[in-house]
């Protein structure tokens, strides 16, 4: 995919740097990330959930933070003892990971639950009363004439 300029936008515009930078990074691969895998959904109008698959992580060995827009899920398995079982074949991913996804403006983190191998992270959009539309009351002019105002001769 061709890179696209964005700095003739960024003369005419205020206050959109974070929108062109975000839309620079969707060009970059992300390196081919797959693990863990994770869904996306909206359960309300205003309401979301990312559920990832985290089999073998133990709730103090995920840690989620949310920081300016963007929200950040590691995940780091304890260090196994040396007199562990030993393993004929390992299929259950143990490695460390990061995540990180980008939440909208006033997308705010509500919980997270680790239930049967699966991270349920909550959100919700708390958008505030001053940015929500309202309905503009129309006034009655009350049948009143619109008064003339002449001019006056010099």
């Known amino acids: 995919m061709r890179h696209v300029d964005f700095s ?3 003369r005419s515009t205020v206050g959109f740097d974070r929108l062109f930078s975000m839309l620079d990074t969707l060009g970059q691969p992300d390196n081919g990330q797959t693990y863990p895998p994770y869904n996306i959904e909206r359960t ?6 990312i559920s990832m698959a985290v089999a073998g992580f133990d709730e103090k060995e ?6 300016r827009n963007v929200l950040t899920v ?6 196994e003892r040396e007199d562990a079982n030993e393993f004929l074949y390992r299929g259950i991913a143990a490695r460390a990971f990061e995540r990180r996804f980008q939440l909208a403006d006033f997308v705010e983190v509500k919980g997270a639950e680790l239930k049967n191998g ?26 009143k004439k619109a008064q003339q105002i002449e001019a006056k001769a010099a």
Do not use: T
């Not at 309300?44 to 959930?49: L, P, V």
């Not at 995920?62 to 920081?67: F, R």
């Not at 590691?74 to 260090?79: D, L, R, S």
């Open 118 to 143: 699966l991270l349920h992270i909550e959100l919700k959009r708390n958008i505030p009363e001053e940015m929500k539309p309202r309905k503009i009351a129309i006034a009655n002019g009350g049948g």
């Open 74 to 79: 590691k995940g780091e398995k304890a260090e």
């Open 8 to 10: 003739p936008l960024y």
């Open 62 to 67: 995920i840690s989620i933070e949310a920081h």
């Open 44 to 49: 309300g109008d205003d309401a979301y959930r």
